[in-house]
Every structure is written in C-alpha cells, then in structure tokens.
C-alpha cells in the first residue's frame, strides 16, 4: 500500500518507511510545499499542512511537523525548529545552553493525515536531555545533541535506538496502525 508524505526532508521520508515497512505501508515522497501556520502545538501545524496539501494533490496524504522542545528554555525552538536549525544550527542551541543545568528537552513528532473526508493527527514524543556538545554524524537536524532517556549516546551517534525509541517511530506507529484499521 503506497501513501503520499509531503515532505523536504529525506531523512523523514527513510524513517517512516523504516516504520511503514513493517506494516506493508511504503510512503512515498511529494516534494509539494505547504505553508506552516504559526503555533505553539506541531499537531495543529501538521493539520493544516495536510488538508493544506490534499487541496493540491487531491490524494491520501500526510505530512509530519516536528518540535524539540527544551525545558529551560521554556520549550523554544518547538514549533519553530526549523527556522532556529537554518539560522543557529545545533551549535547555536548548545551556546544558548551554555552553562544551564536543566538539559531536559522533548522532541515531537506530529503526523498529520488528510484525504478529503477525514483530517486525523498522530502524536509520538521521545523524553531525553541536551548534550554538552555535538557527537556523532551532522546529518539530521538536532540528532548530534539529543540523548534520548535511559541511554548515553545521541540520536546521532546511535542510529539504531533512534528507529527503536523514538518521536517519529511512535507517531508513524500510530498512523499506520490506524490507517491500517480502516
Ligand atoms: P518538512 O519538509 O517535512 O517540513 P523539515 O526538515 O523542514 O521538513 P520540520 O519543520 O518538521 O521539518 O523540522 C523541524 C526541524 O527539526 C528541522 O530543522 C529538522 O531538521 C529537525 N528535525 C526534525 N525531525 C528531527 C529528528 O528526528 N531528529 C533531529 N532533528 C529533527
């Protein structure tokens, strides 16, 4: 069973169909851009981005918009991951984190699913903390400082803990288990 995901970001495409794969679910890429509204909820944004998208496409499709959201900070960047990352990079959130000993921080992923008839949203949320410094492979966004609970390597330095555990594993689970009650 194939499903549209509108998405920029390959990285995003490969873990949900690490997900899918196992439900026979593969998800497959529109590069369709969608307009992300200003809020503090990533479920609310990923929302609009779906019904946003299907207007276009006229097909099945869901989109994930994704927060990292950091207690000592008062949960910036959240919604605004995305610009923070194109302007500070994971180096600018470590400066910012300099000195602060609260580290906690939640990454979540949001699933949004819209094909005409019904709008649905999926949540998945990983707990964990912000690293001292970067470690593993700058390939993903904030991976190289997000040490997810319970382990002592980042996302970045452990690719495999990451399909296991994390934010997006649990929203992709969820959609595909309800996708496939259908
Ligand atoms: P879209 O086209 O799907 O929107 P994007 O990369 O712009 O792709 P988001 O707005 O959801 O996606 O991403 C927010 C930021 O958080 C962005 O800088 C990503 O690189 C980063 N990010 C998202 N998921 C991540 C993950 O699992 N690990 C590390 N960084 C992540």
């Not at 679910?25 to 609009?48: L, S, T």
């Not at 555990?165 to 496939?180: G, M, P």
Request: proline share 4%; with cysteine.
């Amino acid at each position: 069973m194939k499903i549209l995901f509108a998405t920029s970001n390959p990285h995003k495409l490969k873990e949900a169909n690490d997900v899918g794969s196992g439900y026979g679910i593969e998800f497959v890429q529109a590069k369709e851009p969608y307009p992300e509204i200003r809020d503090e909820d990533v479920g609310k944004v990923a929302e609009a981005g779906a019904k946003y998208v299907f207007e276009r496409v006229r097909q099945p499709v869901v989109v994930d918009d994704t927060g990292l959201f950091i207690d000592a900070l008062n949960g910036f960047p959240g919604p605004y991951s995305a610009y923070v990352f194109r302007k500070i990079d994971s180096a600018g959130v470590l400066k910012l984190m300099d000195g602060v000993e609260n580290r906690r921080a939640l990454f979540v992923s949001a699933v949004g699913f819209c094909n005409g008839k019904t709008v649905k949203v999926f949540r998945g949320e990983c707990i964990g903390t912000i690293a001292k410094e970067l470690r593993g492979e700058q390939i993903f966004g904030y991976d190289p400082i997000f040490v997810p609970e319970g382990c002592a390597k980042t996302f970045a330095e452990d690719a495999v803990t990451k399909e296991r555990i994390s934010h997006r594993k649990k929203s992709f689970d969820a959609f595909c288990r309800w996708f496939l009650s259908l």
